[in-house]
């Protein structure tokens, strides 16, 4: 078994309006300090061991579903879950 | 400066239809190794450094904010960035 994270965030060059919807909301309650808000998805995937490569699967799903490219970088960290 | 990570992830005991339905188009993809997937946000905040304590910001922050804390849990790493 695999647990599998992935990160999906817009690109830098991408505007982020929840990310400044959500820093406006930290100014109005007095956190100031707070001088930039990039949001993003964290996925958890659970993963069976399989005769294909747990790398290139979890590449692939990234690209043809779970990021949009064109907009989303992705990174992910694959552990390898020992059954007790 | 200050660069904060924040993953936000629904309880466990809490139903995740988004995720539910991910794993399904997984499935509809060919991907049956996938077992689970869990949906989560990922928040990248920048904070200038001030008086307060940065830990106490954050957790203050998710607290009342960023996380709905009676269905979703949270976590956070906070990076020290040193100006060039």
Same mark, same amino acid.
């Given at each position: 078994? /695999?647990?599998?994270?992935? /990160? ?7 505007? &982020? ?13 007095? /956190?100031?300090?707070?001088? &930039?808000?990039?949001?993003?998805? /964290? ?9 294909? &490569? ?18 989303? &970088? ?11």
């Amino acid at each position: 078994m /695999y647990k599998v994270k992935v /990160y999906i965030t817009l690109r830098e060059s991408v505007l &982020d309006p929840q990310g400044t919807a959500v820093q406006q909301s930290l100014h109005s309650m007095a /956190y100031n300090e707070v001088k &930039d808000v990039r949001i993003g998805k /964290y996925l958890e995937l659970s993963l069976e061991k399989s005769d294909r &490569d747990v790398d290139q699967v979890v590449k692939e799903m990234c690209e043809k579903l779970l990021a949009n490219t064109v907009i989303e &970088d992705y990174r992910y960290e694959v552990e390898e879950v020992v059954a007790q």
